[in-house]
């Protein structure tokens, strides 16, 4: 399978004013204005196969967006190689750009003014659609997004979620292979990020589209992702699936337990009684929450439901957000 | 090519319906300075002339860059730099479509706009006041055209250019407002070119300015005449349509490169 986009040794650079505080400071970067150098990617290297939808994860001014914007022809890396679409995006001209989209949460095509019918007929003009194809796309990404009634209001008087959903139809009536979204849920309520992630499965599924999205909310990553890469100070960090990296970086387990059922109340039971068998977390009877070595796990689970009456036991990672956090202060850690 | 300029033209206008009050206020504008100036020559002139230049012969000269000023001007680089600075350039560059054509077609709809009312009030206007009638001679208006068209791609380029500036300095427009502020006087929008100091004018003419508004409206208003001149005006509109072209292109390649795509 040949890769829908391949980056090799990417990195971009980017000269930043640098200016001391105050006046004097003010005056002097008038006359001698000094830069400084700021590594935004240094030497990313991926591949990205087709109808993969994958996560760039990472804390705010990581190289996320920089990169993505690479990857859509935005922006010139300062050296390196990509290929998207089967182009190299600065050069990939208007051939390249009817292959991608590029939907930025913070910056939107919609014509304010308009109804985003508007903006989807333009759209139709600017992208070549035939008239045929542009009704039954229209009508597939309406009924998917559940737009029916506000195509024909005034952008400016749609919601946010509205809004985002009709960027992205704007966005897709040219039928692109490879998305490129950045933060696509970003402010959005909690039904509306869940109805965006439930389209963009259902688009992927459907046409077979590439997805490569930012996005600061980790359920956006878990949802929809099969495998992220993570970035951090410009560098990546891992580059897989994952529980993958959940596993490598969590060395442990959590096992939750519901005391009682068959072999008695199970009021006995101490938090003492539970430290024999791992790190107690929480005990409020009847829950308790366990934390074990990773490959202990599952014999412990048998050796707690020998000693105590157990109700329910489950085993399951740290939270999400934790691993990523430890991951991130283990990369940094690498760095130094 | 056709179909998008049409979409586009057609959302400028769709936009433009929603803020009527905005689109008397830009007319107001574009009659208002040659209005003033007009006040001010007239009261100068009395019965008589300056420079050859009678109340009928000011009268005639500003309504025509009234006119042609409207279809000439271009107000780009204020877009480009609010797309560069705010990041509003980025999606635009995600399209098949070069930016600069959306830019294009804004102008015509624009121009299209605000110069068919100027029209209008023009041709009211000469109906009842005989001296800002202009004599119905094809050629002339057929030169004109010419050179209206010249003038406004020129202006287009500088405009663009200039708002391109945007990818190296926050400062862009300002360097857009000096430019219209000399051209106030180099072009021939507060007093004809025959009124300046002889150096002033001979400045005018060997830069952009006179090819950006003077010399088409003293073509319309029959100031220049003999081929010699007019072929000679219209050669210097060429060259230096050609060289703003150039230094469009330099600035486009060298910025995009440039580039920090802001915003995320």
């Known amino acids: 399978m040949t890769s829908i986009v391949a980056a090799e040794g990417l990195s971009k650079t980017f000269q930043v004013k640098v200016r001391d505080p105050g006046l004097r400071g003010a005056v002097r970067a008038l006359f001698r204005p000094r830069y400084r150098d700021v590594l935004a990617v240094r030497d990313v290297t991926f591949r990205i196969e087709p109808g993969e939808i994958v996560a760039f994860l990472g804390p705010n001014g990581a190289g996320k967006t920089t990169t993505l914007k690479m990857l859509a022809g935005l922006l010139y890396p300062t050296s390196g190689r990509v290929e998207a679409a089967g182009f190299v995006p600065w050069t990939g001209g208007p051939p390249f750009k009817r292959r991608i989209a590029l939907v930025l949460g913070n910056r939107q095509q919609l014509v304010w003014d308009l109804p985003p019918e508007e903006t989807f007929l333009l759209n139709r003009a600017i992208y070549d659609i035939p008239e045929v194809d542009y009704r039954a796309r229209l009508a597939e990404l309406v009924t998917l997004l559940d737009l029916g009634d506000v195509l024909q209001k005034p952008v400016r008087q749609l919601s946010l979620g509205e809004r985002m959903k009709c960027e992205l139809v704007a966005s897709l009536l040219h039928r692109p292979p490879l998305l490129f979204l950045d933060e696509p849920t970003l402010g959005l309520d909690v039904t509306a990020q869940e109805a965006i992630r439930r389209f963009l499965i259902e688009y992927r599924d459907r046409h077979g589209a590439t997805v490569l999205l930012t996005s600061h909310y980790m359920q956006d990553v878990t949802a929809l992702a099969s495998r992220v890469l993570m970035i951090n100070r410009g560098r990546l960090l891992y580059d897989g699936a994952l529980d993958v990296l959940v596993a490598r970086i969590a060395r442990t387990k959590r096992i939750e337990l519901v005391l009682g059922g068959d072999g008695g109340d199970g009021h006995h039971v101490t938090a003492e009684a539970l430290a024999a068998f791992g790190e107690v977390k929480s005990f409020h009877f009847p829950n308790a929450v366990l934390e074990v070595r990773r490959e202990d796990a599952p014999a412990t689970s048998a050796r707690l439901l020998a000693a105590f009456p157990v109700a329910d036991l489950s085993i399951e990672d740290p939270p999400i957000e934790e691993v990523i956090r430890l991951a991130f202060a283990r990369g940094m850690e690498e760095e130094q | ?264």
Do not use: C
Request: positive net charge; charged residues 15%.
């Open chain 2, 1 to 264: 090519m056709i179909k998008r300029y049409a979409a586009l033209i057609r959302n400028a206008w769709l936009v433009d319906l929603q803020y009527r009050a905005s689109i008397v206020l830009w007319l107001l504008w574009g009659v208002t300075e040659p209005a003033i100036a007009l006040g001010i020559w007239w009261a100068i002139a009395g019965d008589g002339s300056v420079a050859g230049y009678a109340r009928a012969d000011f009268a005639r000269y500003f309504f025509a860059v009234m006119l042609i000023n409207q279809l000439t001007i271009a107000w780009d680089s204020w877009y480009l730099d609010r797309w560069i600075r705010d990041g509003e350039l980025n999606y635009r560059l995600a399209r098949p479509l070069h930016p600069a054509h959306e830019a294009v077609a804004e102008n015509i709809a624009y121009k299209a706009r605000t110069a068919s009312v100027i029209l209008v009030v023009w041709l009211i206007v000469a109906a009842a006041w005989p001296a800002v009638r202009l004599p119905l001679d094809p050629g002339r208006w057929a030169l004109t055209l010419v050179a209206v068209l010249l003038a406004a791609a020129m202006r287009f380029f500088i405009s663009f250019t200039t708002g391109l500036l945007a990818f190296w300095t926050t400062r862009a427009t300002a360097i857009m407002e000096l430019h219209a502020g000399v051209s106030l006087f180099l072009a021939g929008r507060i007093a004809p070119l025959a009124l300046l100091p002889p150096a002033v004018a001979g400045v005018a003419g060997a830069l952009w300015f006179r090819s950006m508004l003077a010399f088409p409206v003293d073509l319309l208003t029959g100031a220049v005449h003999g081929a010699d001149a007019i072929v000679r005006g219209l050669a210097s509109q060429v060259v230096w349509l050609g060289i703003w072209i150039v230094a469009y292109r330099i600035a486009w390649s060298r910025g995009i490169r440039k580039y920090g795509a802001v915003g995320g």
